[in-house]
């Protein structure tokens, strides 16, 4: 078993790779085709490594994908680790055109991160400065006084990302009723948990109902920046429901991030292929391509030009 750093410099070449092998369809309203060329970049790298990675969370289940399914088992060698991956996260915006899309590689220890169904999950996710836990059976009110106590800020200085969806229409106006910032996004989740996280300035918190493979990669950004998050499974099928109660769960349980990843040795590589806030998406220089990666472990959290 070797150190984060070690597998963040194998990642970091993958998700490259995978990332700039969707560039072709970038903005051309092609998001099947591009998620397919990135899904299958990334199994023919993974499967080079010396070394076994077990695929947790994968295309699988989200999208019927016969690459990257739950237990896949990738490489040569003995078992290392256990992977989340998204070759192609917003996929919807890459086929727009817009910001936020990355590929990205998560990983743990093997048997160290706990699977979860391709369904929703509420998450309330904050950086490093709140030490005081969310608790997700109190009121929005009173834990955003926890969060502007602990980042001495105002409460109407707060900046919480909320999806933009129906399911949040309360959430939304209980917000905007405490004269909160709500920074609506339509998708993209993981680029606002790495700003939150690593404290980039652009928002304070993550609060709602959210992709529950995308809570697992953020309570691995969480855990190696000693950030907070709390999350609470909502299954939005019967199917989703049974798989979470046979890993010995319960909808209603209240998720720490000790309770999805149980590894010291952990971190995420994630390339950015069209531009967010704070990390360059890929551009093209004759026939070389120019691109940024965001990485993260307990030692460092840097990005990475090339």
Not at 35 to 56: G, H, P, T, W, Y
Not at 60 to 71: C, T, V
Not at 207 to 220: H, K
Not at 288 to 299: A, N, P, Q, R, Y
Request: glycine letters at 6%; charged letters at 30%; aromatic letters at 8%.
């Amino acid at each position: 078993m070797y150190n984060s750093s070690f597998y963040l410099d194998i990642f970091k070449e993958i998700t490259k790779l995978s990332a700039i092998e969707t560039i072709p369809l970038y903005g051309k309203n092609k998001k099947d085709e591009a998620d397919k060329l990135a899904v299958e970049k990334m199994r023919l790298e993974l499967n080079k490594n010396s070394f076994q990675s077990r695929i947790i969370i994968g295309e699988g289940e989200k999208d019927n994908a016969p690459m990257l399914f739950e237990n896949e088992i990738l490489g040569q060698g003995e078992l290392h680790l256990d992977l989340a991956v998204d070759p192609l996260e917003c996929t919807n915006n890459f086929a727009k055109g817009l910001p936020n899309s990355l590929s990205v590689i998560a990983f743990t220890e093997k048997n160290k991160m706990l699977p979860v169904p391709g369904t929703y999950m509420e998450q309330w996710i904050a950086g490093p400065k709140m030490k005081s836990p969310f608790d997700m059976e109190k009121s929005i009110s009173e834990n955003l006084k926890l969060l502007s106590d602990n980042l001495e800020k105002n409460i109407s200085d707060l900046r919480i990302v909320v999806q933009d969806r129906p399911r949040h229409k309360d959430l939304i106006s209980e917000l905007r009723n405490l004269d909160v910032g709500v920074c609506l996004i339509d998708s993209g989740s993981i680029s606002c948990i790495l700003d939150i996280c690593l404290e980039l300035g652009n928002y304070d918190a993550l609060i709602g109902t959210f992709g529950a493979p995308e809570g697992v990669v953020g309570a691995i950004i969480a855990k190696c920046t000693n950030s907070e998050f709390k999350g609470r499974l909502k299954p939005h099928e019967e199917k989703y429901k049974l798989k979470w109660e046979a890993y010995g769960k319960k909808p209603e349980d209240i998720l720490d991030i000790k309770d999805l990843i149980q590894s010291e040795i952990c971190g995420m590589s994630a390339t950015c292929i069209s531009s967010n806030s704070f990390i360059k998406g890929i551009t093209i220089h004759g026939k070389d391509f120019i691109g940024e990666t965001i990485l993260v472990c307990k030692e460092y959290s840097k990005i990475e030009k090339w």
